[in-house]
């Protein structure tokens, strides 16, 4: 049985008050927040429609791994997803497979960014760098060095083509280790770098039926895992079906992708309306009003 109650006229209010407070061209009280809420841990909804209470944030460095990006303030999880990072990136580092750079997590309480991402909602998605900067191999990031380092691109997504001068043969190792983890759903990564680890792997690719080709992700991977057990909040992805390689994959390199690809752009720019946000789950206007939790 769920532990929220239903929505109370307090957290109306006061999500209301909220986004009074913000700027005109930023309403959007979920980036306005800036601590986790005094709440039990529960990813709420679904990953592109939710939010995220009991969050923890992902410590600057640890055993295999570096923050990048840590400006953006968006280095917060379920528990469930840091434990994972950890276990992940420590895992990484024993097969002696270098030291991660892990980007952007979720907000501290979730929910939806003005920019940049429509999932990331719920605290169980992370964006990984594929490069690894020497610098953090060898000791710990400044301030500065997290928010100005530049992740080194795998794939050039306007010509579509794998750039084989920057690729990082510990690459598909990284990215084995975490699709072979039960708590993984989906890893989503540019077509042309899933083409080239199926190439590589031959008949050994049943680990790649979780790693997902999609638009953009050549600089960083997309590791999402599945709701935590217990978790009757969370809405769970369909579990992946088809052929590890070929298949669907084929699409992106077919004829209509290409027509898409190359679609001339309008000569005069079409305004577009904002899309219409979906309606968030009840329980997140509980989780935006929340007290803060207590730092440590």
Known sequence: MSTYMPVSLFALLTTLTLCIALPAHAQNPWEAVKKPSKQLPASIGGYSNG???????????????????TGRDRHYGNPYLVEFLKDFSNTVEENNLGRLQIGDMSMARGGPFSSGHRSHQMGLDADIWFSQDKRAAERPLSAWERDNISAIPMADTRKHVL???????????????????????????????????CDIAGRDNE???????????????????????????CKPQKKVRGRPCNGGLDWWFSDEFYAILNRPAPTKPVPKKPPKRPEMPAQCAQVLAAPAAVSN
């Open 51 to 69: 939010c995220l209470s009991g969050a923890e944030q992902m410590p600057l460095r640890g055993e295999g791994f570096q923050l990048v990006r």
């Open 163 to 197: 750039l084989e001068k920057n690729w990082d043969t510990r690459i598909p190792g990284i990215l084995r280790i975490a699709s072979e983890d039960p708590r993984v759903a989906r890893i989503f990564v540019h077509p042309t770098i899933k083409r080239k680890m």
């Open 207 to 233: 680990w790649l039926r979780k790693v997902r080709p999609w638009w953009g992700h050549n600089y960083h991977f997309h590791v999402r895992l599945n709701c935590p057990p217990g978790d009757k909040n």
